[in-house]
């Protein structure tokens, strides 16, 4: 008897025509630069697909701080919590510029998860690179001075080393935003701005155009870069 051959699909997968794929409960929208997308504390009854843009997360404590715990890209999903029981939103995502949105309601997720392999492959992988991204953002964190973390994360937002190496890109945010992404402040982040600047490692001036010198001082553990200043 001939054994059955493995079944490989087409890769990469293209997530267009997969959400094409999906009958009823999704909706593509638009949206304009720091427009919400979806809010902190609404209930949680759907997923989200970046067609296009940028989104950021941000989290409100209780006694009314903001802070920004993450940026997502095109191709990236978000709101998943909901598929595990998390009956409301635990953060804020608002549009980074222009964005186009695709949401998904859990019905629909739940179905097409369950019946179409090729999109439960495209929505593991996904879980997959973000749980990656995630043990990353703490391995950095716990080991590397704020001025090294700012450095990763500014490489990050322009897109060195991104699989399928996309455009480099100007980066818009501003420092109190990184500083919150990175866990410092934002006078250390202006230190550190200006001090890549001097050595060449980037532009600022409204946007922030970083240059592949600051990947190879990284990559290299050059002197610029590596201080013992702490978190």
């Given amino acids: 008897m001939q054994k059955p051959q493995p079944m490989f ?6 997530p267009h ?17 720091n427009q919400d997308i979806c809010v902190q504390g609404e209930a949680a009854d ?29 191709g990236q999903f978000f709101g998943e919590g ?11 995502m608002k549009a ?13 997720m739940i179905t097409a998860l369950h019946d179409q392999p090729m999109f439960s492959e495209l929505f593991i992988d996904h879980l997959l690179s973000r749980n990656s991204r995630i043990e990353a953002d703490v391995i950095d964190q716990l080991f590397n001075s704020s001025e090294r973390r700012l450095a990763r994360l500014l490489l990050l937002l322009a897109n060195y080393g991104k699989a399928g190496n996309p455009p480099i890109v100007p980066i818009t945010l ?9 866990g410092t402040t934002r006078s250390r982040v202006s230190f550190f701005m200006n001090k890549f600047r001097k ?7 409204g946007k922030i155009e970083v240059h592949q010198s ?3 001082a990284v990559l290299h553990d050059e002197p610029e870069i590596k201080t013992d200043e702490p978190g």
Wanted: glycine share 8%; aromatic share 6%; net charge neutral.
């Fill in 82 to 92: 909901c598929l595990n029981g998390q009956p409301t939103r635990i953060a804020t």
């Fill in 214 to 216: 600051l990947l190879n």
């Fill in 199 to 205: 050595l060449g490692l980037i532009d600022y001036n």
């Fill in 96 to 108: 980074l510029g222009d964005c186009r949105v695709t949401s998904i309601s859990k019905a629909a």
């Fill in 9 to 14: 699909w087409p890769h990469p997968l293209d």
């Fill in 46 to 74: 759907s997923i989200f697909f970046i067609q296009k843009g940028r989104v950021k997360a941000t989290v409100t404590s209780q006694q009314g701080k903001e802070a920004t715990v993450g940026i997502f890209e095109e």
């Fill in 17 to 33: 025509k997969l959400l094409a794929q999906i009958d009823g409960g999704r909706r593509t929208s638009d949206y304009k630069e």
């Fill in 174 to 182: 501003n420092q109190e935003t990184l500083a919150d992404m990175i």
